[in-house]
């Protein structure tokens, strides 16, 4: 194996994704050789220019024959550049597009494959990559060899940041008989809030009682600048729309501020927000697990919070 990280960036309709940066920077502070970030797209030139990231020591343009994501193309032209390039790890995100051809490819390949992964670090022998599976209840440790692919969650890892300035070259794309035609975008529902891009968020669980005293927490959300958030019990009653949940079954977020009212603070629900830059917990009981990670802490009623807050 030659060595160095091929991480894979991912865009969605001419736009680099966050989370490529974020792949990037677990890369970058993998310290396994030279970040080589592999952009493939009708027109990959224009997203390799976004790609120049701190850490990031070449950019290698695929141009695809569609403009946007096909599986079989990616895996392909992804299979043909591992064997080229050799590197120690291939990264890739753990999201809908990473599922389509991640896994194909560390089949093809013939290593090793860790997805959802948390944390990653070098070893001698290739990288061990920690994943928390059954909603975060068990800790693991995968040991993967030199030449494996992971999948690393999305809004988890320190993005690097812009300011790079790789070598670009190209790398021809193998022809392929793909299965897959793209039709058309379907555009979210303006209705639905983008949790996920929130900065600021105020979240509200259990312990807020009542359903009528949403609308208390809607207002010291506007008063805070910051975007509504729920625990699941709220959205399995029906209170609250699911693109508001934060979770493991819901959105993973990672604001600058997350302010939890009324939230125990069970690992699904940790699972979505612990990697917020700032942790405030408003909750009676001051055993409640959210005060184990939230860096500010009231063990008061959130109700008088709140109106504090919304009337202040
Ligand atoms: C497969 C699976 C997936 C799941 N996915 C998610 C997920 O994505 N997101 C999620 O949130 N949960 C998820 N859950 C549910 C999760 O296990 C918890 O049940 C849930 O997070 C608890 O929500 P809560 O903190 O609002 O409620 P509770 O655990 O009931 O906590 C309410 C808290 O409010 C406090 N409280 C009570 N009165 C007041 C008051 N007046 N003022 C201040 N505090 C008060 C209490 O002390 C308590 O700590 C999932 C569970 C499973 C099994």
Known sequence: MSGGVIVVAEHLRGALRDVTAELVGAAMALDAGPVTVAVLAGEPSALAVSCALEGVDEVVEIATPSAGFDSDVWRAALGALVTDRQPRLVVA?????????????????????????????????????????????????????VGSVVMLRPATFAAAAAGGSPSRTAFACPAVVSRLAHRDYVEQAA??????????????????????????????????????????????????????????????VKPSVYVAFGISGAVQHLAGMKGARTIIAVNTDRDAPIFGIAQFGAAVDALEVGEAIADG
């Open 93 to 145: 995100a753990h999201s809908v597009d990473g599922m389509a051809f991640a896994p194909a490819l560390a089949a093809e390949l013939g290593g090793g494959l860790a997805t959802d992964v948390i944390g990653l670090a070098s070893t001698a022998a290739g990288v061990t990559a920690a994943r928390a599976p059954y909603g975060g209840k068990v800790a693991m440790a995968v040991e993967l060899p």
């Open 191 to 252: 209705s639905e809030v983008d949790l996920g891009a929130a900065d600021v968020i105020v979240s509200i669980g259990r312990g807020i009682g009542d359903r009528e005293n949403i609308a208390l927490f809607e207002r010291v959300a506007a008063r805070l600048g910051a975007t509504l958030g729920s625990s699941r019990p709220l959205v399995d009653a029906g209170w609250m729309p699911h693109a508001r949940q934060v979770g493991q079954s819901g959105t993973t």
